[in-house]
């Protein structure tokens, strides 16, 4: 059996995320490792190198692998440090995540920091048995930049308000981002007033039902880069856009509205805009909710919208 450095590097040499699923206990991580690290249950497999071969793993190793790879990094730069929240992560999962302070490389168990900490980086390390990210960082004001870093699992199905209010945030970097289960995504980005750019072309957003007031209050937000979305089976997105005072341009001609019962307000005060791609949709629909879906917009743009689409009415 390879040593953990080696497995590491091998790890290092391939595509990280397919080389973990192709591990015969991904079984192992998803069932059994949520309560037999904690328990007596463990220990007894440990030691039982049947049941060890039965699974095709040995278990102490993967223990490693699992508190090494099936976490989920996060760094952050607050705005000042000064007394602040940085995560809202649920009380039940508090023995599932780590906080540490980057300039001292000390580790603190609390959801805040103070101006002794003297941060200028903070990473939050989180468990395994996390599966919903709903608010996660919703109210936190002083957070300046985001980075997802390590995110491989899949298992994440909320992220509803989980970057609402955050009305310093100027940058989120998606690049290592996995949302292949998500079914909620309803006020996400809600009021980030500070965001001018948002680049989610590596979203998976194949489940998501619910996208209401996602990107509502980014007064702020100029463009934002949806050329992967897919919203097949999206049912709600009323207020989606609403109040993105700044939107200049935004490109939905991938958008599918097949399954879509609520629109209400979508681009409500988008000042900005001054053209859409609407040849998906389909405005004579009888059970949709689709008022106002332009309220307070331009005169120019709802005139482009009736001479395009003669179906529309205001």
């Known amino acids: 059996m390879e040593s953990l450095n080696e497995s590491k590097e091998k790890i290092n040499q391939k595509n990280s995320k397919n080389y973990l699923e192709d591990i015969n206990s991904m079984y192992i991580l998803e069932n059994v490792l949520d309560f037999l690290i904690k328990s007596r249950t463990y220990k007894i ?34 705005t000042e440090n000064k007394y602040t929240n940085i995560i809202n992560l649920s009380e039940e999962y508090e023995s599932d995540y780590h906080i540490y302070i980057n300039d001292n490389k000390e580790e603190i168990k609390r959801k805040y920091i103070e101006p002794k900490d003297v941060a200028k980086k903070i990473n939050i390390k989180i468990g395994h048995q996390v599966k919903s990210f709903k608010g996660l960082f919703s109210y936190c004001k002083y957070i300046e930049s985001i980075h997802f870093k390590i995110f491989f699992r899949n298992n994440i199905t909320d992220m509803s308000l989980m970057f609402s209010e955050c009305k310093s945030l ?13 079914i909620d995504m309803s006020y996400m980005f809600s009021w980030c007033e500070s965001l001018k750019e ?12 619910n996208m209401s007031n ?14 992967n979305f897919n919203t097949k089976n999206v049912n709600n997105m009323n207020m989606m856009f609403n109040k993105c005072l700044s939107l200049k341009d935004i490109n939905i001609s991938n958008f599918n509205f097949d399954n879509i019962k609520k629109i209400n307000c979508i681009f409500g005060k988008c000042y900005s805009l001054k053209d859409l791609n609407l040849s998906n949709f389909c405005f004579d629909k009888k059970n949709i909710d689709m008022k106002n879906m332009f309220s307070e917009c331009s005169i120019d743009l709802i005139c482009k919208i009736k001479e395009k689409y003669h179906d529309f009415k205001d």
């Open 45 to 78: 497999i440990k030691y039982n190198k049947k049941i060890q071969n039965r699974l095709n793993i040995n278990l102490n190793t993967y223990k490693n692998y699992s508190e090494s790879y099936s976490t989920i990094e996060i760094e952050l730069i607050p």
């Open 170 to 182: 100027k940058e989120i970097n998606f690049s290592s981002f996995n949302s292949d289960n998500v």
């Open 198 to 209: 948002l680049d989610l072309s590596n979203f998976n957003t194949s489940k998501v039902i």
């Open 214 to 227: 996602m990107f509502c209050g980014c007064s702020s937000l100029e463009s934002i880069n949806l050329d």
